[in-house]
C-alpha cells in the first residue's frame, strides 16, 4: 500500500494529529508534506512593483482539474486536499476527485479594507474591487455575503490568484478591498485592516479517484480527534500556524493573538446541501462552459 500524502489547508488540525500521533494510531501511513503547504506561496510580482495587478482566472477549480483530483500538478500534490465546498462539489460532480461527505470544515473569513479606507459598512463596496481568488472559497462567498447588501450588478470582484497573493497586494496598497481567511485573516487584522463584512464560509475535502477509502477514514478520524484539542487549548497549537505563513511575513505577526482558524466539523454533507449548492452556483453562471446536468449524480461524486 503506498504511502498517503496530505496536503495542508493552512488550519491546524493536520499538524495537531501529526504531533499527537493520531495518524499513526490508526495505522496510516502518510507523508504530511510541507512542501506543499502556503509557506511556499511566492510574493506576487505585481506587489512589489508599479505594475498594475492582472486577473488570474487559475484558481483551485482549476487546479483540481489540472492535478486530476490533485491540487495541482506536481508529482508531491495530496491524496488529499481541501478547498472551499463550492470548488470541492463541482470538481466532483465532474468526477475530477471524491468528495468526502461526512465531515466538513468552517473557515472564519471576512472582507477586510485599509484602516483610512472610507468604505465604513457593506453599503460602500458598491463598485468598489474587492479581491478575491478565481473559482476558489473567497470568490464565491464574497459573492453570496455581498448579495445581501448590494444589486448583483454592483458587485465588483477582482481575481488576484493565491489568498498569500492578496495580502501581498492589500498589504502593498495596490487593491482597496480583500477577502481573506484564517491565518491570512488574523494578520491583516494585525496590520490595521478593518473587518467590513463577515463572509465565514464552508471547506470540504477531495479525495483521488484511487485514494484506498481505508487511508480516507484513518485520516479524517485523526483529523477530527485533533479538533477536540484545539477546542480545548488552542493556545498550546498556533505555533503551528508558522508552517502555514510565508516567510516574509513569519518576523510581522504574533501567532499566540490568532483566532483558531478552520474548524472541521463532523457532520454529513448530504445530497440536499449537494444539489442546493449546484444550483446556487449555475443560476450565477460562475461556470462558463459547465451545465447544471452536466458529471455524475451525488452518490458518485461524494464518499458518505
Known amino acids: 500500500m503506498s504511502t498517503f500524502t496530505i496536503q495542508p489547508h493552512g488550519r491546524l488540525n493536520d499538524w495537531v494529529a501529526d504531533e499527537k500521533g493520531y ?6 501511513d502518510y507523508f504530511l508534506n510541507v512542501d506543499a503547504s502556503y509557506k511556499t506561496v511566492d510574493m506576487l510580482p505585481e506587489a512589489a512593483s508599479d505594475a498594475p495587478i492582472k486577473d488570474n482566472l487559475h484558481g483551485a477549480f482549476e487546479r483540481y482539474a489540472d492535478g486530476g483530483g490533485r491540487k495541482g500538478t506536481a508529482e508531491d500534490a495530496g491524496d488529499v486536499s481541501c478547498a472551499c465546498h463550492w470548488t470541492v ?40 474591487d474587492v479581491a478575491v481568488g478565481y473559482h476558489s472559497g473567497s470568490h464565491y462567498s464574497a459573492q453570496q455575503a455581498l448579495e445581501s447588501f448590494l444589486d448583483p450588478k454592483d458587485i ?20 482597496p478591498a480583500v477577502n481573506v481567511w484564517g491565518p491570512q485573516l488574523y494578520l491583516m487584522e494585525q496590520k490595521g485592516f478593518r473587518r467590513i463584512v463577515s463572509t465565514t464560509f464552508m471547506m470540504a475535502f ?14 479524517m478520524r485523526g483529523l477530527i480527534r485533533a479538533q477536540t484539542d484545539i477546542d480545548a487549548e488552542p493556545e498550546k ?7 502555514e505563513i510565508p516567510d516574509r511575513y513569519v518576523d510581522q505577526v504574533d501567532v499566540r493573538r490568532f483566532g ?14 449537494f444539489e442546493r449548492t449546484q444550483r446556487w452556483m449555475h443560476e450565477r453562471n460562475l461556470f462558463d462552459d459547465i451545465k447544471l446536468d452536466d458529471g455524475v449524480a451525488y452518490a458518485e461524486a461524494v464518499h458518505s
Do not use: H
Open 23 to 28: 495518524f499513526a494510531d490508526e495505522g496510516l
Open 89 to 128: 462539489n463541482q470538481s466532483a460532480k465532474l468526477n475530477t476527485g471524491v468528495m468526502y461527505g461526512k465531515a466538513y470544515s468552517i473557515c472564519e473569513a471576512a472582507i477586510v479594507v485599509p484602516g483610512d479606507s472610507d468604505v465604513l459598512v457593506p453599503d460602500d463596496l458598491a463598485n468598489v
Open 156 to 175: 465588483a470582484l477582482k481575481f488576484v490568484g493565491t489568498s498569500w497573493s492578496r495580502v501581498d497586494a492589500a498589504i502593498a496598497g495596490k487593491i
Open 206 to 219: 477531495m479525495f483521488t479517484n484511487d485514494a484506498d477509502p481505508e487511508n480516507v477514514e484513518k485520516y
Open 237 to 243: 497549537y498556533k505555533k503551528y500556524f508558522l508552517t
Open 260 to 273: 483558531n482558524g478552520e474548524r472541521v466539523v463532523p457532520q454529513p454533507y448530504t445530497q440536499e446541501m
